[in-house]
């Protein structure tokens, strides 16, 4: 088992991020994180890998013989995810770009973060997506949805406030998606 401090955490990111750069994708690690999380959210521990893999290699469209299960930067990551998300109890520590970095860009990480998340479970729920009727989880993937769409303007002077602030709400929506889709699993059981 690996102790994931803030250092290693960003260290991750950004073997990560040079990973998915030679594997040929423009997805970036936040993204990928959102969507295990969002495919944790739906599936058992037990069928959770599988479905990961298969998921990610489709998303960031490469060749199933170019992936490597056993590359230790994807082995990091799944360390660090299950690690995450095994811990759950209504905290959730996303995979995100360090504070020293430029605001833009955490802002893009944290909507791509959200994108990812919403395919992730989307991938489970498929069709069945458009019929939930459970008002906690439509609100939740609403407003994790609208986070998706972020755009910036580079001349708003309270941007770094308002980052932390969405971030906080985001956290909170994705948590509580994660639940309700925990709590709907189990009872489809």
Excluded at 42 to 57: A, C, G, N, P
Excluded at 171 to 176: P, Y
């Amino acid at each position: 088992m690996c102790i994931f401090d803030e250092e290693t955490v960003m260290d991750l990111y950004e073997q990560i991020d040079e990973w998915l750069f030679d594997l040929g994708s423009d997805c970036i690690p936040a993204e990928i994180h959102g969507l295990y999380c969002g495919i944790s959210a739906s599936y058992e521990t037990d069928k959770l890998l599988e479905e990961f893999i298969r998921t990610f290699i489709e998303y960031i469209s490469i060749d199933v013989f170019d992936f490597q299960i056993d590359h230790p930067v994807f082995l990091l990551f799944l360390e660090y995810s299950g690690e995450n998300l095994d811990n759950f109890d209504f905290k959730l520590t996303m995979l995100l770009p360090d504070d020293d970095n430029p605001i833009f860009e955490r802002i893009e990480a944290l909507s791509r973060w959200s994108f990812g998340f919403l395919n992730g479970v989307k991938n489970d729920l498929g069709d069945n997506f458009q019929t939930i009727n459970n008002s906690d989880l439509l609100m939740a993937l609403d407003e994790i949805e609208a986070i998706s769409e972020i755009n910036v303007d580079y001349h708003y002077t309270t941007i770094e406030y308002d980052f932390i602030i969405v971030l906080e709400h985001l956290k909170l929506s994705a948590i509580s998606a994660i639940y309700e889709l925990k709590r709907i699993r189990k009872n489809l059981q």
